[in-house]
């Protein structure tokens, strides 16, 4: 966790979370890397489906729904 602040990367993700809300988005969906499944589960994001393979790489769809 502390590295994920150190790299920036959950000011960046919060950021993107916190414009889709403004923009009146009821959820966000992405496609992750498997190896980074339990870094968006923290940030609230919800596996669904099978992981699948983009580009020779190990994904998983993921699902955050966001308070107005």
Known sequence: QEQDRLLGTVPILECLVAEARRRGMREVVLSAQTHALEFYRRHGFVAEGE????AGIPHQAMRRLLNS
Do not use: S
């Open 51 to 54: 992981v699948y393979h983009e």
